[in-house]
């Protein structure tokens, strides 16, 4: 064992395998969407998830004072999107949005769809932990899902 530091903590939790999703909340007409893949299961019931965002992002005030939000879980054709999400302040112009309930955007194409109410906000290290109820979801069973270890795609 090594005592830690920023490369040996960011290797190790690279072994850990995830999915990938993208938050969304949506401001009047504008998306504005992040790549993710803290996100994860809280409660059954009530059903709950959390996924978590730096407090340095260039989105975070949207998702701060946000009602509603949606988390879509990427198929494994959708890297493009993962990329796109990933950048500064992305222009999302050429994204399929689906109109989901309370204003939000769902992203088409996805192997999973949630949509939810944020219910608290927890400030942690350079992290805020968002956590949400679930209000309604969809999957999809015949696609595969995108996958994320040491850094690259799977
Ligand atoms: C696969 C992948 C997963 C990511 N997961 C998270 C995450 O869980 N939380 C987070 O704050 N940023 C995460 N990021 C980084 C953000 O997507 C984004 O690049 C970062 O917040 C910097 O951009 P911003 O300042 O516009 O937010 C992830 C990036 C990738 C490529």
Not at 7 to 35: H, S
Request: glycine share 6%.
């Amino acid at each position: 064992m090594r005592k830690v530091n920023k490369v040996n903590f960011k290797k190790t939790l690279g072994k850990f395998t995830t999915g990938i999703t993208i938050v969304c909340v949506k401001e009047d007409d504008q998306v504005y969407g992040k790549t993710v893949n803290s996100f994860n299961s809280l409660s059954l019931d009530p059903p709950m998830v959390l996924f978590s965002l730096g407090n340095y992002s260039s989105s975070i005030k949207n998702f701060l004072s946000c009602k509603y939000l949606t988390i879509n879980i990427l198929s494994y054709g959708q890297k493009n999107i993962s990329n796109h999400f990933s950048t500064k302040n992305p222009i999302s112009k050429n994204i399929n949005f689906l109109k989901g309930k309370n204003n939000t955007a769902l992203i088409d194409g996805c192997i999973g769809n949630l949509e939810c109410k944020l219910i608290d906000k927890i400030k942690q290290g350079d992290h805020i932990i968002f956590i949400c109820k679930v209000i309604r979801v969809q999957s999809k069973d015949k696609i595969k899902p995108l996958s994320y270890f040491n850094s690259k795609y799977y």
